[in-house]
């Protein structure tokens, strides 16, 4: 049994604590949050006590600890747990810097203790299919990757200015999905960015619509598509096109009524948002966590994962910025 102790009680880690729970190879031992009354109530509604980062973090008897708080504090709390002696699943992103990510990842791995990243999206049921069809060779060799991401609606804008922008708060999702599905790290990219959906985004510094290619040493091409503004709902969509066939994996929907009259034939809109969309991902994300920890598997997001992703997040930001290709 993985006992586990959870930093950050927000709306991510209740939806990690409801996991760690409810998986029949680990218990929440312990939760906290920098506002003691969520860490509280949280504990209590699954049997667990209410403590301080810095308990848990000391208690020999917790094995891991699940890092979701503020994403300013992702290094530090990684540093700390695995200096500790402690497994580590921390949310995207390792940092809002590649050269604090970096360092993190020298002083972890001086420890020697695991580091999974939280990249959801990689254990969808949907996409992990389309990703083993691929490997199979199905298509054949993958040639051009899309990857569409469009929000229902955006964030607040006091979010924005503490979210490191859309590139690394956003789109790293989909920078380490192309590197999933791809199997390979780009050369160049070229990216984008516009302020459309709301004034306020852009006066702050940042895009709220963007898009991203990424170039392969052999070629091939992925194109990112982002929006903070789909007014249909959680836009979430993959195509793969390989030299002997096409994957795809599509939007989940509300439901599967269709209606078919002579006016037309119409279906349910996608789900709202990402905790709607994306359940079934996080729990299977944990379950391969517990599964690397008490089996002995490799850990299927490892931190280089998540550095991969933010060196191509910054450099999207610096694209978007200058207008040029950036060398990869």
Known sequence: MLKVGLLGAGRIGQVHAVNIAGNRRSTLVAVSDVQAEAAAELAARHGAQARTSDEILADPAIDAVLVATSTDTHSDLIEAATAAGKAVLCEKPVDLSLDRAQACLDRVSATGRPVMIGFNRRFDPNFAALKTASLAGEIGKAELLSLTSFDPAPPPVSYIKVSGGLFRDMMIHDFDMANFLMD??????????????????????????????????????????????????YDQRIELLGAEGLLQA??????????????????????????????????????????????????????EDGIAALALAEAATRSARSGESVAL
Not at 205 to 221: H, K, N, Q, S
Not at 258 to 267: D, E, F, L, N, R
Not at 292 to 298: I, K, P, S, T
């Open 184 to 233: 390979d790290r780009p050369v160049s990219l070229r990216a984008v960015g516009s302020s459309l959906v709301d004034p306020e985004i852009g006066a702050a510094g940042d895009v709220d619509t963007a898009v991203v290619t990424l170039t392969y040493a052999d070629g091939r091409i992925a194109v990112i598509k982002n929006s903070r503004r789909a007014v249909y709902g």
């Open 250 to 303: 599509n939007n989940m929907l509300e439901n599967t009524v269709v209606k078919s009259t002579t006016a037309g034939v119409v279906s349910a809109k996608p789900t709202y948002f990402f905790l709607e969309r994306y359940m079934p991902a996080y729990a299977a994300e944990w379950e391969a966590f517990v599964a690397a920890m008490l089996d002995g598997q490799a850990m299927p997001v490892t931190l």
